[in-house]
């Protein structure tokens, strides 16, 4: 997870007014009330700038750091990460999140570039796994979302919205009642980051090698998929981007003809195919860097290949030495990239 920096009392305040300031013109629903009805133009994906490298990385940070210590070998083989556009991650509420959301943006804007935001921040988040946490209630989800929607106003961004979410939710991590109202707050998140008309929004739909898309597609539509731009396939996961195209056209077929981006940060040699389930898809041996981000894929329902999870920040504390999830991984940074 990305460190946090610390605010003074009147940045929280006006975080808050922000928020308050949603409230009062209805972004804020309760869970029984339907998400709003937004009707923003469609922006092309092509003409949209090119996406932005967030000089902030952790990826960048160990560069400097190989540098000052002399290993300018090393420093070049971690630059075919750092000098990627990666997404950035929000994951917590800790204070001066959304400034830090408002700084990245701004300065992306500034260079004539898109950036890449992963929510990840959802109740219940990841089923109690390695990245266990997430928002204590929906209404505090809420009032998160809303900070993050408002400091992207008058921006380009591209929001890719809580990786394993909707899967998760299939697969039978939440049941009932609290999965209904799990869906019900994705399809309010993604109207509520609409209200921004620069502000294109993916909402997650899982991978290839996880739920078919026959048994998602309607979990999705429930989740907010017929607002939202498109699909994110693939995030922090290993399958080809040939079997994600099968399946990212599979599922704009049931969707209404939905575009999808697919993250290729790690899926250059396939996923692992032996061993246990975690062992497969946390920190597995053996993988690579995958195709460079881009928004001119040559596919007319791609909008992107993205690097939505950062290369060389851990899945999890899976194995000797792994730190926890989100965590930059020195020596698995080196296995991808060399």
Known sequence: MPRHLKVTGRRRR????????????GVLLKDREPAPAVRVPEAATIGTPPLYVDPQGAAATYVHRLERAGRR????IIRRIADRPA????????????????????????????????????????????????ASSADA??????????????????????????????????????AQQRLALLSWAVATLRTQPGVRVYLD???????????????LRSAGAMRAHGLALNVANFQTTTDNLG??????????????????SRNGAGP????????RWCNPPGRRLGAAPTMNTGHPLVDA????KRPGESDGACGAGAPRAGQWYPAYAFALAR
């Open 141 to 178: 989800y809420k009032r998160w979302v809303s900070a993050l929607t408002l400091a992207m106003r008058n921006t380009r961004a591209l929001v890719i919205l809580e990786p394993d979410a909707v899967a998760h939710t299939v697969r039978g991590c939440l049941k009932g009642k609290a």
């Open 14 to 25: 006006a975080a808050m007014i922000a928020a308050l300031a949603l409230v009062a013109t």
């Open 305 to 308: 290949y993205l690097w939505v």
């Open 87 to 134: 997404a950035t991650w929000f994951t917590d509420s800790a204070p001066g999140y959304a400034d830090r959301a408002r700084r990245l943006v701004v300065a992306a804007t500034q260079a004539g570039r898109t950036p890449v935001l992963a929510l990840y921040y959802i109740p219940q988040r990841d089923c109690s796994n390695h990245s266990r946490g997430g």
């Open 73 to 76: 070998a090393d420093a070049a």
């Open 272 to 279: 692992l195919k032996r061993g246990s389930a975690e062992r």
């Open 247 to 264: 399946y990212g056209n599979e599922l704009s077929r049931l969707l209404g003809g939905r575009h999808f981006v697919v993250d290729t």
């Open 205 to 219: 739909a899982g991978n290839p090698g996880w739920v078919p898309a026959a048994r998602i597609a309607p979990a």
